[in-house]
């Protein structure tokens, strides 16, 4: 008999693997990316402190799109970019939450990095 496989236990494991290798700091903060089913969320993470720098979501009044989509994914990325260049941040680490870097998430990171992001 052929066993299902568990989706959220698997992408679970796979940010875990990639959260061994990358930490954000002050000076270069990690992009960490949550997508659900009907919304984004991005957010600039000091791991040294705890702290989160900086949040942005599809649930943010400047988002037109109010759903998990590429046009989402695109206006998002652009913001967090923007609320990043007011806080003088230039360089962070990209974390892509064990999410395949396709879709949703590659628009994503796009978008950041036209809005002047360096990862």
């Known amino acids: 008999m052929i066993k299902q496989t568990d989706r959220k236990m698997e992408r679970a494991r ?3 693997r990639i959260r061994k290798k990358i930490s954000g700091t002050q000076e270069r903060p990690r ?3 949550y997508r ?11 791991d ?3 702290k989160t720098i900086i949040a942005a979501s599809t649930l943010d009044k400047e988002i037109k799109t109010k759903y998990a ?7 998002v990325g652009a913001l967090i970019a923007k609320r990043a260049k007011d806080k003088k941040i230039e360089t962070v680490v990209f974390d892509r939450g064990g999410y395949i ?8 990171a796009e978008a950041a990095r036209e809005g002047g992001l360096k990862f």
């Open 14 to 16: 796979r940010h875990l």
């Open 48 to 50: 040294v402190a705890q």
């Open 36 to 46: 659900s089913n009907k919304n984004i969320y991005v957010q600039l993470i000091d």
């Open 101 to 108: 870097y396709h879709g949703i998430i590659k628009e994503l």
């Open 69 to 75: 989509n590429k046009q989402a994914a695109k206006e």
């Open 31 to 33: 992009l960490c990316v």
